[in-house]
T-cell receptor
């Protein structure tokens, strides 16, 4: 079993819809949770970064962490065609750059105009 | 401000050949990471450096892979001899302590 599980999709929704992306994990020592966005033929870019359980909002994006269920989510409101990309969840035990980040396999998202 | 720069962007070579991938991290960053991305295994950490010193190379698949960082502005990942199963996208990332990692746009490697 992988440490981090993520549905690969693809997920296709109409413009303006609310998108929900999810990951589950098995390592209870994970404390830091991230979402990266990766456009085609580009490197991943950090979208959201949260510590421990709770919600974090940034514009149209909300990250949610439920450590008791080992489940994290990313919600995108008022989705736009420019949101079409692969979204990778990622997590680590520590905050420092020396703490290994484990990535999910990514969910491919397509927003239809 | 320039991001992480990787070269070449694409590499196609025959099995058995030596392959060298290059990375220039963001100036001032003291951590450098090499990742490999495949459909089957996703994004995997191969090795990372701190202040030009290799810290953890446990992700390097086998002895055919080696990485160096001769100075703060340059790193290489070498595969010798290359095999078809090494075909993947290789990413370099850099960061300053405690800050998020910034990724380059990767090298798409195909071994025939």
């Amino acid at each position: 079993q992988k440490e981090v599980e993520q549905d690969p999709g693809p997920l296709s929704v109409p413009e303006g819809a609310i998108v929900s992306l999810n990951c589950t994990y098995s390592n209870s020592a994970f404390q830091y949770f991230m979402w990266y966005r990766q456009y085609s033929r580009k490197g991943p870019e950090l979208l959201m970064y949260t510590y421990s359980s709770g919600n974090k909002e940034d514009g149209r994006f909300t990250a949610q962490v439920d450590k008791s269920s080992k489940y994290i989510s990313l919600f995108i409101r008022d989705s736009q065609p420019s949101d079409s990309a692969t979204y990778l969840c990622a997590m680590s035990e520590g905050y420092s750059s020396a703490s290994k980040i484990i990535f999910g396999s990514g969910t491919r998202l397509s927003i239809r105009p | 401000d320039a991001g992480v720069i990787q070269s070449p962007r694409h590499e196609v070579t025959e099995m058995g050949q030596e392959v060298t991938l290059r990375c220039k991290p963001i100036s001032g960053h003291d951590y450098l990471f090499w990742y490999r991305q495949t459909m089957m295994r996703g994004l995997e950490l191969l090795i990372y450096f701190n202040n030009n010193v290799p810290i953890d190379d446990s992700g390097m698949p086998e002895d055919r892979f080696s990485a160096k960082m001769p100075n703060a502005s340059f790193s290489t990942l070498k595969i010798q001899p290359s095999e078809p199963r090494d075909s993947a996208v290789y990413f370099c990332a850099s960061s300053y302590y405690g800050q998020p990692q910034h990724f380059g746009d990767g090298t798409r490697l195909s071994i025939l």
